[in-house]
């Protein structure tokens, strides 16, 4: 995981399909020594899962060629194409890229994280290509489709619509992103959802948060990641008095509580929130 750019975290953790990002994975050569180093010992551990039948049909269906493990794959393809197999049944690992260029982002690190909601398996459901999870909390978990951290808005307005009872739009799960305000109400208005936002002539302070979610339900609200990327979660509680924001994080398909101090040092303010109109005030 440390190869691949991923910070450790006692969490089950989950991490959107590769895609196209501006932050590349640094590629040395003794990077590249490590990977070949990893590989051999996984080969030798795991030498018998490798030459599997199960493993060839596991070739065959992602285009991996039999000769992969000759000397004209590179390391890194090597790596990825074994532990892709090997670890196909782990939610971190399963989604593991050695050789693309997008960065695997854990939004909250596990010293913010409060609490962690296990997924509802057994309730999930697919509608057309689309994974939607259920939290304990009754709420609807849908990861994002785009490894570009913005995309982040597109999974955020599917599950909105989603709780409203639209059909959530593959396509779009897969294209939309938003950087600001204006363009999470763009994804919103894509589902035909009316929406009412904050003022935000200036910063908004976490009591107005706090209020618009007591009173109107949950809220879009646009997060700093390490200040180089932006991502958008939904908030569905506020406890002022134990701390607590609970959120549903669409890049790593989790709801979370995390430390209300975390979460103010990362809530892109400037920017306020949106929230969707209830049923009885659409349009």
């Known amino acids: 995981m440390s190869l691949a ?36 010992q996984l080969r030798q551990y795991f030498e018998k899962e490798l030459s599997s039948s199960e493993f060839v049909e596991y070739r065959r269906v992602r285009n991996i060629p039999e000769n992969y493990n000759d000397s004209s794959f590179s390391d890194v393809l090597k790596l990825e194409a074994s532990v892709g197999f090997i670890f196909r049944h782990h939610p971190t690992l399963q989604r ?37 999870f259920y939290s304990p909390n009754n709420k609807p978990i849908i990861q994002q489709k785009n490894a570009y951290p913005e995309n982040s808005a597109a999974a955020v307005a599917a599950m909105l619509a989603y709780e409203r009872g639209k059909t959530v739009d593959l396509n779009r799960l897969c294209s939309g992103t938003a950087l600001n305000l204006a363009e999470m109400i763009k994804e919103l208005r894509f589902y035909g959802l009316d929406y009412r936002e904050a003022d935000t002539r200036k910063p908004l302070s976490l009591s107005q948060l706090s209020k618009a979610v007591e009173a109107n339900g949950p809220a879009a609200v646009l997060l700093k990641y390490k200040d180089v990327h932006s991502i958008w979660i939904i908030v569905d ?12 994080n669409p890049y790593n398909c989790e709801e979370v509580d995390v430390e209300l101090r975390l979460f103010c040092s990362m809530w892109f303010n400037e920017e306020g929130f949106v929230q969707v109109k209830a049923e009885n005030e659409q349009k």
Request: proline content about 7%; charged content about 20%; overall charge positive.
């Open 5 to 40: 750019g991923i910070a450790p975290s006692n969490y089950p953790r989950r991490y959107p399909p590769a895609g196209n990002t501006t932050q590349h994975i640094s590629r040395t050569p003794k990077t590249n020594a490590k990977f070949a180093a990893v590989h051999q």
């Open 237 to 248: 509680n506020i406890d002022t008095e134990s701390g607590n924001v609970r959120c549903r």
């Open 96 to 132: 593991l890229s050695f050789s693309g260029t997008r960065p695997h982002i854990l939004l909250f690190a596990d010293a913010g994280i409060k609490h962690m909601y296990d997924l509802v398996l057994d309730r999930s459901a697919s509608i057309v290509g689309v994974e939607i």
